[in-house]
């Protein structure tokens, strides 16, 4: 299995909890847990993303006004603070920042609050993880951007150091979006990579 920036840390978590149902797990432009030895995953952050675990530290509600200060905040944004020039030329977005953020928010019709999703995800990176990283016995790849400005690559570094099976590769040029090594990802999923 695998998951991608925010779902890295749940596919790490499956490696953990249900090793007999996998057998490979990658996790791209994944984040590292809230806080380790010599880890903080605030370090190198862009500054909007930095402020969001900041705000997130401090419990749900502070989460909350965090994303709705940022749907005001993102009228007029600077994307290079949150995409590499990679991340941006894959994207080729037809639609301003703040229009794809408000649809992403926006919930129509539902009895939850626009942002409910975006503070459950970020309480999750913010909480234990609830394993021991050197439990893990399935193979781990991280695969990572060396020019990702959301989740810096000292994160997949770092993860690779506790995780016995865990193997990291790095990619220059690329961002956070890891759209053009899928074909990559799935061969080693598959273990049909031509090397280790």
């Known amino acids: 299995m695998y998951g991608k920036s925010g779902g890295g840390p749940h596919a790490v978590a499956v490696a ?24 903080d995953c605030t370090d190198g952050q862009a500054p909007l993303m930095r402020e969001e675990i900041l705000e997130a ?13 940022l749907i005001v905040k993102m009228g007029n944004p600077d994307e290079q603070q949150l995409y590499s020039w990679n991340d941006r030329r894959i994207m080729r977005s037809p639609a301003p920042l703040r229009e794809n953020l408000v649809q992403q928010l926006g919930l129509s019709g539902s ?16 909480s234990p993880w609830g394993f021991e990283f050197g439990s893990i016995k399935v193979p781990v790849r991280f695969f990572h951007g060396l020019d990702d400005l959301m989740v810096p690559p000292c994160h997949s570094e770092w993860l690779q150091r506790q995780i016995p099976t865990a193997g990291l590769e790095l990619f220059p040029n690329i961002g ?11 061969a080693w999923l598959a273990g049909n990579e031509a090397k280790g």
């Open 16 to 39: 953990a909890l249900l090793p007999t149902r996998i057998s490979r797990v990658a996790s791209l432009a994944g984040g590292g847990p809230n806080s380790g030895p010599g880890f």
């Open 57 to 69: 530290r401090k419990g749900p509600e502070a989460s909350r006004e965090y994303y709705r200060r």
């Open 111 to 126: 009895p939850y609050s626009e942002e409910d999703a975006y503070v459950d995800d970020v309480q999750s990176f913010v």
């Open 176 to 186: 956070h979006n890891l759209s053009q090594l899928m074909p990559h990802v799935f």
